[in-house]
T-cell receptor, first 116, second 115 residues
């Protein structure tokens, strides 16, 4: 089974520039998550999709962050404009809806963003 | 979602059994306990999940006492490759994908395995 694909793997931008990250979840996984992981901390949920609808975006800084999952499959997370404190790893994860207990989320390897 | 408390770091030697305990005093009836492992430059990886008593898979065992206010991840005979951060999470996994199925990560336990 293919894993969660993310690109790019690394990105360096200047502050106030924009950046976009792409995620392709595991085939058939209806639920998709974007997490932000700052160095030394655990991942923090930014947004959760179920199919193409947003379930939870309460921790997404909506003045600069946006995300979409138009066809209920792959997703894009955008930051515009970027700030220095956005430097982090952005992780995408997916899971099945109604999956039997005992299965967790599958994470991608993430995109490491450095804002200079 | 219940808050979890786990040690910031632990040291061990190759071949030893490692037990990482997590406290979750406010665990709810529908909450499951899930452990993830994260290596540097990788996303977290699901290790094990349980609701009560004991769960064992090819990687680890999870011990949950009757009151469910804590849990212990047991890694048998660790090797250098088990050096990673281990996260304990508590949440309602009964409805994957629903709004109550979010995973909230703490800072985790950094396990260092020495030769």
């Amino acid at each position: 089974e293919a894993g969660v694909a993310q690109s790019p793997r690394y990105k360096i931008i200047e502050k106030r520039q924009s950046v976009a990250f792409w995620c392709n979840p595991i085939s058939g996984h209806a639920t998709l998550y974007w997490y932000q992981q700052i160095l030394g901390q655990g991942p923090k949920l930014l947004i959760q999709f179920q199919n193409n609808g947003v379930v939870d975006d309460s921790q997404l800084p909506k003045d600069r962050f946006s995300a979409e999952r138009l066809k209920g499959v792959d997703s894009t997370l955008k930051i515009q404009p970027a700030k220095l404190e956005d430097s982090a790893v952005y992780l995408c994860a997916s899971s099945l809806v109604g999956q039997g207990k005992g299965y967790g989320y599958t994470f991608g390897s993430g995109t490491r963003l450095t804002v200079v | 979602l219940a808050k979890t408390t786990q040690p910031i770091s632990m040291d061990s030697y190759e071949g030893q059994e490692v037990n990482i305990t997590c406290s979750h005093n406010n665990i709810a009836t529908n909450d499951y306990i899930t452990w993830y492992q994260q290596f540097p430059s990788q996303g977290p990886r699901f290790i094990i999940q349980g609701y009560k008593t004991k769960v064992t898979n090819e990687v680890a065992s999870l011990f949950i006492p009757a009151d469910r206010k804590s849990s212990t991840l047991s890694l048998p005979r660790v090797s250098l490759s088990d050096t990673a951060v281990y996260y304990c999470l508590v949440g309602d996994m009964g409805n994957y994908g629903g709004s109550q199925g979010n995973l909230i990560f703490g800072k985790g336990t950094k396990l260092s395995v020495k030769p």
